[in-house]
Nanobody
Framework: QVQLGESGGGSVQAGGSLRLSCQASGGTPSMYVIGWFRQAPGKERELLAAIYVGSTSTYYADTVKGRFTISRDNARNTVHLQMNSLKPEDSAVYYC????????????WGQGTQVTVSS
């Protein structure tokens, strides 16, 4: 069982930055992948970035590549999503989620944090 909690959302003007954090507890950190998702009203949930806890492998969606950076703090079991050059279309509820390595389904989810980017 893995518990996740996000923090760091808020409101920012276009071009600004925010850093989201995902605190993980439970399970064996080297055995799961942490992903950041977002969902805007009326849109499908979108995987933005993922990181293998215990390695340096990362994934980025094309929509955020070059603007967002995922990183981890192993000592604190925390994964960050640094978001730069934010656009109004980045406004959404952002979630972190975890899946076991070698599986397809993100099984554990945080409660979500709202990000609002104004023009």
């Amino acid at each position: 069982q893995v518990q996740l909690g996000e923090s760091g959302g808020g409101s920012v003007q276009a071009g600004g930055s925010l850093r989201l954090s995902c605190q993980a507890s439970g399970g064996t950190p080297s055995m799961y992948v942490i992903g950041w998702f977002r969902q805007a009203p009326g849109k499908e949930r979108e995987l933005l970035a993922a990181i293998y806890v215990g390695s340096t492998s990362t994934y980025y969606a094309d929509t955020v590549k070059g603007r967002f950076t995922i990183s981890r703090d192993n000592a604190r079991n925390t994964v960050h999503l640094q978001m730069n050059s934010l656009k109004p279309e980045d406004s959404a509820v952002y979630y972190c989620a975890a899946k076991w390595r070698g599986t397809d389904e993100y099984k554990y989810w945080g409660q979500g944090t709202q990000v609002t980017v104004s023009s």
